[in-house]
Structures are given as structure tokens and as C-alpha cells.
């Protein structure tokens, strides 16, 4: 049971690039989510899905997009990389409970850098 | 917006001395989750509480939900150098997660 898969682990990016990180969760979970972490700080989310379809904006998506075509994916795509885009990126999975949500389950993490 | 903020930011103790750090939330919370992230990890999953009021331990570890349901707290008593890392609490006040800004716990041997 690998959980949750993102890759790449580490990029370099141009200013001006764009890429997709890859987050991909073997568990059945309803609930995705993309985290973006700056050094020394918390977890801001960027976008959230409660299911394949549908998907939704959190705390700082300017920047950002995502799609959620299967139960299993959801890519994140930074178009026209900025300096301040550099940070490591989690993608974190989720099963849905009556009444809230389990524990969230991370990948290991991205780590982005724009120069 | 939704503010879930933590103090301290920093702790630096000595080892076998106990540790707490309190989490507050601009709204009321639907439950609240504990992480650890270890530096350089990704952070895991503690604990959840769900009900007003609520306290749970783990080993040396103690949760508290506040009754309002917008605060909580953990207590680590007699730290451990593999205590070590970031602890964040997670409030959700609907579909999302909404992350603490995160307390580093320093144990000193």
C-alpha cells in the first residue's frame, strides 16, 4: 500500500515556467488536497476535492489550478512560475466520515524552486 | 477569513521538562487534529477530538478540545529528544483543513 505518491520530489523552475506536480493515493479517498509550506510556517491550503469532479478554492490559489478526473489524481498545475511560488508542495488524502473527515494522510512532499 | 493560530511559535526545553502548546481558531470547529512533522518530513497524524470539552492521552501526550470548540491544547509531559518537531493543530470548519501556524518543539539533552 504505497498511500500517498507525489512526484517530482524536487524541481527547479524558471520564472515565467510551468509544470504540474503529480499526487496520486491509492486509498479510495474521497478527499484530496493540495498544501503549500514556507520555511518556518505553516500549511496554507491552495485547492481541495471532496470527489472526483468537483473541486474547490482554499487559502491562497492565485497561481494555481487543479483537476480531479479520477478518484485517484489530482494534479496540480503552477502556470508562470513566480519567486514566490517557491515552497514545498504536500498533497494530502482523506476518507470521509458521517459528519467530518479521518485523519489526513501526506505524500512526502515537493520541493519548488523559482529562480 | 479562517484563522487557526498556535503559541508558542518556538519552545526550547531540557529534556524531562513538560511542554504545551494551544491552538486558537478565529470560528467554531467541527473537530480538531494534532501532527507532528519531524524537520524535513511531511507531517502524521496524531489524534482527532470531535467533542466539546473532550481530553485524550496517548503515553505522555494529553489533547483538550475546548468547550466552545474553538480551542485546544496538547501537553507533552517529561520530553523526549524523539519529541522533537513542528506540532500543528488542524481545525475544519466545513469541506477544508485549515492549519495552525505550527509550535517547534526544541528538547535540549
Known amino acids: 500500500n504505497a498511500g500517498v505518491t507525489q512526484t517530482p520530489k524536487f524541481r527547479i523552475l524558471k520564472i515565467g515556467q510551468s509544470m504540474t506536480l503529480q499526487c496520486t493515493q491509492d486509498?479510495?479517498?474521497?478527499?484530496m488536497y493540495w498544501y503549500r509550506q514556507d520555511p518556518g510556517m505553516g500549511l496554507k491550503l491552495i485547492y481541495y476535492?471532496?470527489?472526483?469532479?468537483?473541486?474547490d478554492k482554499g487559502e491562497v490559489p492565485n497561481g494555481y489550478n487543479v483537476s480531479r478526473s479520477t478518484t485517484e489524481d489530482f494534479p496540480l498545475r503552477l502556470e508562470l512560475a513566480a519567486p514566490s511560488q517557491t515552497s514545498v508542495y504536500f498533497c494530502?488524502?482523506?476518507?470521509?466520515?458521517?459528519?467530518?473527515?479521518?485523519?489526513?494522510?501526506f505524500g512526502e512532499g515537493s520541493r519548488l524552486t523559482v529562480l | 477569513g479562517q484563522q487557526v493560530m498556535q503559541i508558542p511559535q518556538y519552545q526550547h526545553v531540557q529534556e524531562g521538562e513538560d511542554f504545551t502548546t494551544y491552538c486558537n481558531s478565529s470560528?467554531?470547529?467541527?473537530?480538531i487534529q494534532w501532527y507532528k512533522q519531524r524537520p524535513g518530513g511531511h507531517p502524521v497524524f496524531l489524534i482527532q477530538?470531535?467533542?466539546?470539552?473532550e481530553v485524550k492521552k496517548q503515553k505522555r501526550l494529553t489533547f483538550q478540545f475546548g468547550e466552545a470548540k474553538k480551542n485546544s491544547s496538547l501537553h507533552i509531559t517529561a520530553t523526549q529528544t524523539t519529541d522533537v518537531g513542528t506540532y500543528f493543530c488542524?481545525?475544519?470548519?466545513?469541506?477544508?483543513?485549515?492549519f495552525g501556524t505550527g509550535t517547534s518543539l526544541t528538547v535540549i539533552p
Open positions: 494530502a488524502s482523506s476518507y470521509r466520515l458521517a459528519g467530518g473527515t479521518g485523519e489526513l494522510f
Open positions: 486509498m479510495n479517498h474521497n478527499y
Open positions: 476535492s471532496v470527489g472526483a469532479g468537483i473541486t
Open positions: 470560528t467554531t470547529l467541527s473537530n
Open positions: 477530538l470531535v467533542k466539546s470539552g
Open positions: 488542524a481545525g475544519r470548519p466545513g469541506n477544508q483543513f485549515y
